[in-house]
């Protein structure tokens, strides 16, 4: 049996190494081993029990010498101590002794000059597939040749912690050695942490090699290969605008941006499928088909039908695909340079504009702030917008100071120059809910949103001369009408123009200038004056 030299990591006694198996053969060994039941389209899909989300709270990062001074540490990056790190990692090895191991040595990074090598050790089946539908999958030739690892995660969700003993928040634990190039993460089946945890470690690496790693999506003109990139926190419609049928698909989720152009980290999609319906996102609902890996779906026991719309096991229901499931990706997954960066954001007080182009001091400003907004209503307890402030808009996975990746920003668009819009696809006609009345306004149309969107991809704004407003409070130019959208009332380029009561608007405006000046204040009270200036006043 080939060992693969899992015992330079302590595992002495497997019971049967795998490696790199098939989709088809992983799914066999799950279905044999109970981790879950297929679907009547040849999914795999199970329950993660638990956890059915990240848990932010139990992911820590071993502090160091090495890389103390370049960790932003606090609420999202938490310390342990090499001691602490090295005792879960030798329990959860003494766990995995005499069990089947799955391994899959994938890669992430489509760019080869900054490509990294990641050896994932799974206790599951089930899990190994989800990573090798997440992962470049390496070529037969690239096997062969693969050599040692850059990179070793060791997933263990069988091995539980124990608090009291371990130092850790509960019994699941997802841990970064940055110095000894190892994650370990136990306690928790939910698969998004494997992937995260690459992310979280090329987030750290890339940096250092002079590329900007970005939580977004990217997409690109087929035959120009004029590239946009697009964040956005859940619920902006990241996803949905990225995924644009008249252009090639990058990846949906993590990239690095280099000399060279955009590349994604990635080579699969890991997609929502609470109440997904094949009309609306036709790509993600016909990629869930034999070789995807879905996590807590209902399905039904005699059809095995999946039922989207069933939140009772998971409202954050996932599945797993290749890239290649998505009919217009581009393979391998590499883009030119960023003509158009786009900031998704959903604001439910509907005072922000549908699109507004952003200075470069501004969009730095936005990058580091990373808002949108929770809906009033739809959470017991809310009753009116609740801001979400997510720095990069992926503070979760960014280890370091977000000053670094903002420069990283800063300096790209001004050298490329880059344009950047602020894209609003929450309310503009009034807040999401009436705080007098409790009735629900309408959201912006998606059909205006993706046609303002498209006219920026086109650079139409600026070809056809349209004029900008500037908007003193929030920093931002205004453009006055969307070129190709004669659809599109002029008035709503401008939310105040929309709301019969302007100074409910002002007041309004106000009170998320204010929330956006307190958030930076206490996040970046060092952040250049410049990037400070060039965010929302209080009037």
């Known amino acids: 049996m080939e060992t693969l030299n899992l015992e330079s990591l302590g595992i002495m006694n497997a019971k049967a190494v795998y490696r790199n198996l098939s989709p088809a053969v992983l799914t066999e060994k799950a279905l044999q081993r109970g981790e879950g039941v297929l679907s009547d389209t040849g999914a795999l899909v199970v329950k993660t029990g638990k956890y059915t989300g990240r848990s932010a709270q139990d992911k820590f990062i071993v502090d160091t010498p090495d890389v103390h001074d370049q960790i932003a540490w606090g609420k999202v990056n938490v310390p342990i101590s090499r001691e602490k790190f090295n005792a879960i990692k030798a329990k959860v090895i003494a766990y995995l002794q005499n069990r089947e191991i799955f391994v899959f040595d994938g890669m992430a990074g489509a760019d080869k000059a900054y490509t990294k090598k990641f050896r994932i050790v799974n206790e599951l089946a089930s899990q ?31 091995f539980k912690c124990v608090p009291e003993i371990d130092g850790t928040h509960s019994e699941a634990a997802i841990m970064i050695d940055y110095s000894a190039h190892m994650i370990i993460i136990c306690g928790t089946q939910y698969a998004g942490e494997i992937k ?29 290969h004029e590239t946009a990139v697009f964040f956005g926190l859940s619920g902006t419609g990241k996803t949905t605008l990225s995924a644009d049928p008249k252009r090639k698909l990058i990846g949906d989720d993590e990239h690095g941006w280099s000399d060279n152009g955009v590349f994604n980290m990635e080579g699969g999609c890991y997609a929502k499928c609470i109440d997904l319906v094949e009309e609306e996102q036709p790509e993600i609902y016909h990629a869930i088909k034999f070789g995807s890996l879905v996590e807590n779906v209902v399905i039904d026991p005699e059809t095995r039908k999946p039922d989207y719309m069933d939140g009772s096991l998971a409202i954050n229901s996932r599945v797993g695909y290749p ?3 998505i009919p217009n990706a581009a393979i391998p997954g590499v883009g030119g340079t960023p003509k158009v960066v786009i900031f998704l954001t959903c604001d439910s007080f509907g005072v922000l504009p549908p699109i507004s182009r952003l200075s470069k001091e501004a969009a730095m400003y936005q990058f580091v702030t990373g808002f949108t907004s929770k809906v009033a209503g739809t959470e017991i307890g809310v009753t009116e917008p609740v801001p979400t402030f997510s720095t990069l808009f992926g503070e979760p996975f960014m280890p370091m100071k977000a000053e670094k990746y903002a420069d990283m920003l800063g300096e790209r668009i001004e050298k490329y120059n880059t344009k950047v819009y602020l894209v609003n696809t929450g309310w503009v006609s009034g807040p999401a809910v009436d705080p007098k009345t409790g009735e629900k306004n309408k959201r912006m149309k998606l059909s205006f949103t993706r046609a303002m969107v498209t006219a920026a991809l086109n650079d139409a704004y600026e070809k056809e001369g349209v004029k900008f407003e500037h908007n003193d409070q929030f920093n931002l130019d205004i453009p006055t009408s969307v070129p190709g959208a004669p659809e599109i009332p002029t008035e709503m380029m401008n939310p105040r123009n929309l709301w019969a009561d302007k100074n409910a608007y002002d007041e309004q405006a106000n009170k998320l200038a ?5 958030n930076f204040t206490k996040k970046y009270p060092d952040m250049d004056a410049k990037i400070v200036a060039a965010g929302p006043k209080v009037k």
């Open 128 to 158: 190994n597939l989800f990573i090798r539908d997440l992962l470049i999958r390496p070529t037969d030739e690239e096997l062969e040749n693969y050599g040692e690892p850059d990179y070793t995660i060791i997933a263990a969700p069988g």
């Open 196 to 224: 995260k945890s690459v992310f979280s470690t090329m987030n750290f690496v890339l940096p250092q090699e002079g590329i900007l790693p970005m939580h977004c999506s990217a997409n690109m003109d087929p035959e120009t």
């Open 323 to 325: 890239i290649e499931y």
């Open 514 to 518: 204010q929330m956006f000046v307190d």
